[in-house]
């Protein structure tokens, strides 16, 4: 089993739609919990952190996490073509190992007009 | 204020040789992560420097070494190069009281031939 997991893309959503992007963690332990946007042939970028069982919403972007479930995801409301690009699920296990991010193998986000 | 920076961009190499990857951080960030990212997938994480030591590492094989200087600069050095070895160096910054909120540089593509 993978460490971090994430739905098998590529997804594909017409503009102005919901895109749901989804992941899932084996560290029970896991403490922080990332979304990184990374463009082609571009570097990653943050776009959402999260640290406790709920909904945190920065604009058009929901990162929702459920450690009971390990669970974490991703919603981008109102999607538009310039969100098209890889979204890179991340997870920090804390504790010894607070300096390490194991990341997903990402999940290909289309947008099309 | 200047953001992550590596070099080089580009670097083709030949198995069995050794390699030197450097980066600077950005301005006000004190610790240095290096991550591998192969074709398709999320990044791998090699190593982080903080203190001018090595805090945490990955499952890479001691060819993989690093260092950070005290102006906080850090180099990737990869010896006896193999043709697995071809992929994204990814250079990441941060503060050390921010685990995993990382701000990537554009990255150091090796070809290994």
């Known amino acids: 089993q993978k460490e971090v997991e994430q739905n098998s893309g590529p997804l594909s959503v017409p503009e102005g739609a919901i895109a749901s992007l989804n992941c899932t963690y084996s560290?029970?332990?896991?403490?922080?919990f990332f979304w990184y946007r990374q463009y082609s042939g571009k570097s990653p970028e943050l776009i959402m952190s999260?640290?406790?069982?709920g909904d945190k919403e920065d604009g058009r972007f929901t990162a929702q996490l459920n450690k009971a479930s390990q669970y974490v995801s991703l919603l981008i409301r109102d999607s538009q073509p310039s969100d098209s690009a890889t979204y890179l699920c991340a997870v920090n296990a804390g504790g010894t190992s607070y300096g390490k991010l194991t990341f997903g193998q990402g999940t290909i986000l289309t947008v099309h007009p | 204020d200047a953001g992550v920076t590596q070099s080089p961009t580009h670097l083709i190499k030949t198995r069995g040789q050794q390699v030197t990857l450097r980066c600077s951080p950005k301005s006000g960030h004190d610790t240095v992560s290096w991550y591998q990212q192969a074709l398709g997938q999320g990044p791998q994480f090699i190593f982080q420097?903080?203190?001018?030591?090595?805090?945490q590492r990955g499952n890479f094989p001691d060819r993989f070494s690093g260092h950070q200087f005290p102006n906080y600069s850090s180099e990737l050095n990869v010896n006896a190069l193999l043709l697995g070895d071809s992929a994204l160096y990814l250079c990441?910054?941060?503060?050390?009281?921010?685990?995993?909120?990382?701000?990537f540089g554009s990255g150091t593509q090796l070809s290994v031939l």
């Open positions: 990441a910054s941060s503060h050390r009281d921010r685990g995993g909120k990382l701000f």
């Open positions: 560290d029970r332990g896991s403490q922080s």
């Open positions: 420097y903080y203190e001018e030591e090595e805090r």
């Open positions: 999260i640290y406790s069982n």
